[in-house]
């Protein structure tokens, strides 16, 4: 079955960029998305991006696919303590099930 | 901005009870889904509903587990008989179709059965 795996913490301190990574199994993942979760609260939809680019930027945030070696990551730029937060890759299918597998989540922690 | 709703926030009940937990999707969406995530573990997928049908649902979504859209802007997850390793955040989510793939979450509903 498809997997997607994540590093369990990043610790960066305020300014400095952060890269979160993640690593999935399926070969038809189409559609692949980091959330983010803050404490006592949902899944915030960050970005995401389809198998058929390599790279999406929308302001602080870049994500790179490598989709040869089935690998995700986040770049946030000028990282901020409002982004410490746990973060979320996920990927589905285009099978119209539309349902994702989510990663473990990052915990990103930003210290001052 | 719309938003998934979702009540309660917290729920606790006892084992072999019966649970409902609430959502009202975005209003213009057509594909409705409830994922769980247990404490300190990934979310997972439940189950999809479209067209008033259960289009999919994972080897969680057992015979206690029901979902109705009862009206045009209510989706329900009926838990019945609740067990203890059902407690769980529980969250809704829908998804307006089409070629647009984004999912949209509600902030959950934490259930707890003690």
């Known amino acids: 079955g498809e997997d997607v795996e994540q590093s369990l913490f990043l610790s960066v301190r305020e300014g400095d960029s952060s890269v979160i990574n993640c690593t999935y199994t399926?070969?038809?993942?189409?559609?692949l998305y980091w959330y983010k979760q803050e404490p006592g609260a949902g899944l915030q939809l960050l970005t995401y991006?389809?198998?058929?680019?390599d790279m999406k930027q929308d302001q602080r945030l870049t994500v790179l696919l490598n989709k040869k070696d089935k690998h995700l990551s986040l770049r946030i730029a000028d990282t901020q303590t409002g982004d410490s937060a746990i973060y979320f890759c996920?990927?589905?299918?285009?099978?119209?099930?539309?349902?994702?597998?989510f990663g473990s989540g990052t915990r990103l922690q930003v210290q001052p | 901005e719309p938003e998934v709703t979702q009540t309660p926030s917290h729920q606790v009940t006892q084992m072999g009870q019966e649970v409902i937990l609430r959502c009202v999707p975005i209003?213009?969406?057509?594909?409705f889904y409830w994922y769980r995530q247990i404490l300190g573990q990934k979310v997972e997928f439940l189950v999809s509903?479209?067209?008033?049908?259960?289009?999919?649902k994972s080897e969680i979504f057992d015979d206690r587990f029901s979902v109705e859209r009862p009206d045009g802007s209510n989706f329900t997850l009926k838990i019945r008989s609740t067990k203890l390793e059902d407690s769980a955040m529980y969250f809704c989510?829908?998804?307006?179709?089409?070629?647009?793939?984004?999912?949209?979450f509600g902030s959950g509903t934490q259930l707890s059965v003690l």
């Open positions: 996920a990927e589905s299918r285009d099978t119209g099930r539309r349902a994702l597998t």
């Open positions: 399926d070969s038809s993942s189409t559609y």
């Open positions: 991006i389809f198998s058929n680019m």
């Open positions: 209003s213009n969406h057509l594909y």
């Open positions: 509903f479209y067209n008033n049908e259960i289009s999919e």
């Open positions: 989510a829908s998804c307006i179709g089409g070629a647009n793939e984004k999912l949209f």
